[in-house]
């Protein structure tokens, strides 16, 4: 079995900054890419920020230059900082891999979600 817990959301003020954590567990051989992903009530769940094992990242259009994606592969956590926050990044954030399990299945794992609510 492989999880992920994230951690790290919870209620800021507009333009303030979080960071959101996610630690894969488990039976991991390698983990690929990681990322986070929100979805807000009634819309389909979008890309945030991915990360592959080398170090490359790509970003939504929406968050560039205000997050920034990190991992620590020792760790098998990736990080989210998320800096000047606008009301409109409220929602639910979920992270994701994709790994090879130590009995050569291939999975892509999804974490439970983290609210994040940017409100004064």
């Known amino acids: 079995q492989v999880q992920l817990v994230e951690s790290g959301g919870g209620l800021v003020q507009p333009g303030g900054s979080l960071r959101l954590s996610c630690a894969a567990s488990?039976?991991?051989?390698?983990?690929?890419?990681m990322g986070w992903y929100r979805q807000a009530p009634g819309k389909q769940r979008e890309l945030v920020a991915t990360i592959t094992s080398g170090g490359s990242t790509n970003y939504a259009d929406s968050v560039k230059g205000r997050f920034t994606i990190s991992r620590d592969n020792a760790k098998n956590t990736v990080y989210l900082q998320m800096n000047s926050l606008k009301p409109e990044d409220t929602t639910v954030y979920y992270c994701?891999?994709?790994?090879?399990?130590?009995?050569?299945?291939?999975?892509?794992?999804w974490g439970q979600g983290t609210l994040v609510t940017v409100s004064s």
């Open positions: 488990g039976s991991i051989f390698s983990i690929n890419a």
């Open positions: 994701n891999a994709e790994l090879w399990t130590n009995h050569y299945r291939y999975l892509e794992v």
